[in-house]
């Protein structure tokens, strides 16, 4: 059974600097997108970063020139650099799968557990 696993998450002061990883574990042959979304108290659930396999990304207006999203595909693995944040960076980060190629079956998409990232002075 393929998993998402997050780390990375904490507290820092605005202007701070956090890395959050999510790795894909399991018998995986391929996986087409990887993602960041996240999720602030009372509001809906929005992308921050994707990525293709192929190295195509997207980033939320609110995030580009302070986060780079990277992955590496022989780890199934996901990274986002978050530089200059700011307290409305503050939020549970969640790490998105999609199309995922396992050995013994096929996943549309999956979801890590969520990572709480909190900026405050």
């Known amino acids: 059974q393929v998993q998402l696993v997050e780390s990375g998450g904490g507290s820092v002061q605005p202007g701070g600097s956090l890395r959050l990883s999510c790795a894909a574990s399991?018998?995986?042959?391929?996986?087409?997108?990887m993602g960041w979304y996240r999720q602030a108290p009372g509001k809906e659930r929005e992308l921050v970063a994707a990525?293709?396999?192929?190295?195509?990304?997207n980033y939320a207006d609110s995030v580009k020139g302070r986060f780079t999203i990277s992955r590496d595909n022989a780890k199934n693995t996901v990274y986002l650099q978050m530089n200059s944040l700011k307290p409305e960076d503050t939020a549970v980060y969640y790490c998105?799968?999609?199309?995922?190629?396992?050995?013994?079956?096929?996943?549309?998409?999956?979801w890590g557990q969520g990572t709480l990232v909190t900026i405050s002075s």
């Open positions: 998105r799968a999609a199309e995922i190629a396992g050995i013994s079956r096929r996943y549309l998409e999956l």
């Open positions: 990525i293709s396999s192929g190295g195509f990304t």
């Open positions: 399991g018998s995986i042959f391929s996986i087409n997108v």
